[in-house]
T-cell receptor
Framework: DAKTTQPPSMDCAEGRAANLPCNHS???????VYWYRQIHSQGPQYIIH???NNETNEMASLIITEDRKSSTLILPHATLRDTAVYYC??????????FGSGTKLNVKP | DAGVTQSPTHLIKTRGQQVTLRCSPK?????VSWYQQALGQGPQFIFQ???????QRGNFPDRFSGHQFPNYSSELNVNALLLGDSALYLC?????????????FGPGTRLLVL
């Protein structure tokens, strides 16, 4: 399983951008980077995914470094409702999702 | 459009018993994956079903088994329950096509084994 490394926790002020890093130095060329979040033991919620290029959707932006060994999830204007555990996952072609321990993001007023 | 649904929401069993959990995938999805999430940990992959067959399996004993029906819904069965099987069990659905594997999760079933 391709492994990821994330900080266990991060704080962010409400209204500011939250930048969540992820290291995935063993990623292969055809493996995707996926991000999910889990709010208070609900089912994980899909956020965004990418292969090589940076991606943006209504929830977040994903920045992948040129060597693809790390990525950053950006929540542009964090709100209290964004407080959750964020998981960075490497995935390819029906291989199982490996979640890891994730980053607990605390958004503070 | 209903998302992924799971039943029951909560369940209490005793050691040695057997349990069956159910999952209905998101409309149009044909692949179902099951995960176990112990308290304070990330979800761990149990297995994945596609075209009514187990396609991938994680590091779980044979006490964990599953089934997928022609309508793509799925069941997770756990035999001879242990205290350590207490967890949140998550179901996720996706398309069975390469490049469309984004998984969408249900709310989970919380199992407590006493």
């Amino acid at each position: 399983d391709a492994k990821t490394t994330q900080p266990p926790s991060m704080d962010c002020a409400e209204g500011r951008a939250a930048n969540l890093p992820c290291n995935h130095s063993t990623i292969s060329g055809n493996e995707y980077v996926y991000w999910y979040r889990q709010i208070h033991s609900q089912g994980p919620q899909y956020i965004i995914h990418g292969l090589k290029n940076n991606e943006t959707n209504e929830m977040a932006s994903l920045i992948i470094t040129e060597d693809r060994k790390s990525s950053t999830l950006i929540l542009p204007h964090a709100t209290l409702r964004d407080t959750a555990v964020y998981y960075c996952i490497i995935y390819y072609n029906f291989n199982k999702f490996y979640f890891g321990s994730g980053t607990k993001l605390n958004v503070k007023p | 459009d209903a998302g992924v649904t799971q039943s029951p929401t909560h369940l209490i069993k005793t050691r040695g018993q057997q349990v069956t959990l159910r999952c209905s995938p998101k409309s149009g999805h044909d692949t179902v994956s099951w995960y176990q999430q112990a308290l304070g940990q990330g979800p761990q992959f149990i297995f994945q079903y596609y075209e009514e067959e187990e396609r991938q399996r994680g590091n779980f004993p044979d006490r964990f088994s599953g089934h997928q029906f022609p309508n793509y819904s799925s069941e997770l069965n756990v035999n001879a329950l242990l205290l350590g099987d207490s967890a949140l069990y998550l179901c996720a659905s996706s398309f069975g096509l390469a490049g469309q594997e984004t998984q969408y999760f249900g709310p989970g079933t919380r199992l407590l084994v006493l």
